[in-house]
Nanobody, 126 residues
């Protein structure tokens, strides 16, 4: 079992930046691919970014390319989502997810993931 806890959300003005963190605990000795998803009120959960266990591969949703960066520190069992040039439409609950993987693959479908955090609220004001 792996437990995921997100932090770093908050209220920011449009054009601002935030750094989200996702700390993993539990069976962290295994290899996990990680992803970030978000869900706005009244909308379905959507993929944001993903990173492979080896950090060799990253993948982004088109709407965040050039603005968001996913990174991980395996020594700290933590994945980050660096968000800049935030827009009001980025307002959502952001959740991280993990799945066991020793490959360089990344995963963008929510049902590819086994473990989920509770999420952290990001609100971007105009």
């Amino acid at each position: 079992q792996v437990q995921l806890v997100e932090s770093g959300g908050g209220l920011v003005q449009a054009g601002g930046s935030l750094r989200l963190s996702c700390a993993a605990s539990g069976r962290t000795s295994s290899s996990y691919a990680m992803g970030w998803f978000r869900q706005a009120p009244g909308k379905d959960r959507e993929f944001v970014a993903a990173i492979s266990w080896s950090k060799s591969t990253t993948y982004y949703a088109d709407f965040v390319k050039g603005r968001f960066t996913i990174a991980r520190d395996n020594a700290k069992n933590t994945v980050y989502l660096l968000m800049s040039s935030l827009k009001p439409e980025d307002t959502a609950v952001y959740s991280c997810a993990a799945r066991y993987s020793t490959s360089g693959y990344v995963y963008s479908a929510s049902n590819d993931y086994t473990y989920w955090g509770q999420g952290t609220q990001v609100t971007v004001s105009s």
